[in-house]
């Protein structure tokens, strides 16, 4: 019976490192625009990009230029792209309608994020909406890097 309890605490312990977030293997990205999602520093680590596409004269894409500037303050890994819809390059245009079209999404209003395989519209709070893209960042941000990165 002693035998039998330490043979389930080894396996639980065991259960819980393995799935742990340090322990967790980190993914390599993939895919056809994996350099747009993901751009490689100098040093070869991955980062990720950010996708801000916004109008000058939409409310809600001013109470997001914060966080975005926040974000790109804050995290050396992320890579923020400002994209105006009224000053944007036909190659900024191309870039974001190529990353909609890959995950079969389409832009119809701002300001809209991608970022990470997905993309987000709208904004609402800094605490609401903010919170929210910046926790899904951080977290794609150590299934390609890995947390202590």
Request: proline share 5%; glycine share 6%; with cysteine.
């Amino acid at each position: 019976m002693v035998h039998m309890k330490r043979l389930f605490t080894l396996a639980c312990v065991l259960a819980l490192v393995l799935t742990s977030p340090a322990a967790a293997a980190t993914e390599e990205p993939t895919g056809p625009n994996a350099d747009l999602w993901y751009p490689t520093a100098d040093d070869g680590s991955r980062g990720v990009a950010f996708y801000f596409v916004f109008s000058e004269t939409c409310p809600h894409c001013s109470h997001a230029k914060p966080l975005v500037d926040h974000l790109d303050d804050t995290y050396e890994w992320l890579s923020v792209r400002r994209i105006s819809t009224q000053a944007a390059t036909d190659q900024e245009i191309s870039e974001v309608l190529t990353l909609a079209d890959e995950i079969g999404e389409e832009i119809q209003g701002v300001p809209t994020f991608l970022f990470c395989e997905r993309m987000d519209v709208g904004f609402d709070t800094w605490e609401t909406t903010g919170a929210l893209l910046e926790d899904k960042l951080v977290e794609c941000h150590n299934a390609i890097a890995g947390p202590d990165d």
